[in-house]
């Protein structure tokens, strides 16, 4: 079955680029169904989505984080990756990438999760 | 501050019947855009369990299920059991916001 497997560094330093990348295993990322997003979680607190990405390339952002957000695809290497840059102590989070399905215009949602890889951001 | 407003906790005893609600906006819900909720079990990532407002994925039982009228929904769990003690989160999409959203998550105790 397809599989999701975020990886990066745990560390961060303030102001410095977070960078993450989820890697499919059991499925491939150019499949036009879908689109591969990454959600994070503060400890403690609820999700918020930061963007998602499709086989084109055509990536969509949360407008709250948009200027620091590049998400890439690789479908080669069949992972799709995030950059966040400047980062803060407010970005400590658990990051999750996950796989967006659309069902007509007005259904989207996530039906496959990675199990999450934790970043703080920390000197 | 969750663009979709859920209740923090519900709790239940087992075998009862909880319901967690999920109220939007004329932007989001109110607009047409189906709720999706997901069910986080303490330290793991969030699982798909009902999809376009009434949907269940495979292996979801069907004491489990969902609603959506107007500008809310709702999520329901008949027969509560200990193994549904989890954070429930629902999902729908903001045109204003033109992003996707979550509620702030409620938290299930089974007592």
């Known amino acids: 079955q397809v599989q999701l497997q975020e990886s990066g560094p745990g560390l961060v330093e303030p102001s410095q680029t977070l960078s993450l990348t989820c890697t499919v295993s059991?499925?491939?990322?150019?499949?036009?169904?879908?689109?591969w997003a990454w959600i994070r979680q503060p400890p403690g607190k609820g999700l918020e989505w930061i963007g998602y990405?499709?086989?084109?390339?055509?990536?969509y952002y949360n407008p709250s984080l948009k200027s620091r957000i590049t998400i890439s695809i690789d479908t080669s290497e069949n992972h799709f990756s995030l950059k966040l840059t400047s980062v803060t102590a407010p970005d400590t989070a658990m990051y999750y990438c996950?796989?967006?399905?659309?069902?007509?215009?007005?259904?989207?949602?996530?039906?496959?999760w990675g199990r999450g890889t934790l970043v703080t951001v920390s000197s | 501050q969750s663009v979709l407003t859920q209740p923090p906790s519900v709790s239940g005893a087992p075998g009862q019947r909880v319901t967690i609600s999920c109220t939007g906006n004329?932007?989001?819900?109110?607009?047409?855009?189906?709720v999706h909720w997901y069910q986080q079990l303490p330290g793991t990532a969030p699982k798909l369990l009902i999809y376009g407002n009434t949907n269940r994925p495979s292996g979801v039982p069907d004491r489990v299920s969902g609603s959506k009228s107007g500008t809310s929904a709702s999520l329901a769990i008949t027969g509560l059991r200990a193994e549904d003690e989890a954070d429930y989160y629902c999902?729908?999409?903001?045109?204003?916001?033109?992003?996707?959203?979550f509620g702030g998550g409620t938290k299930v105790t089974v007592l």
């Open positions: 990405i499709n086989f084109r390339g055509s990536a």
């Open positions: 004329s932007s989001n819900i109110g607009a047409g855009y189906d």
């Open positions: 996950a796989r967006n399905y659309g069902s007509g215009s007005y259904s989207w949602y996530f039906d496959l």
């Open positions: 059991g499925g491939s990322v150019s499949s036009g169904d879908y689109y």
């Open positions: 999902q729908s999409y903001d045109t204003s916001l033109t992003a996707f959203v």
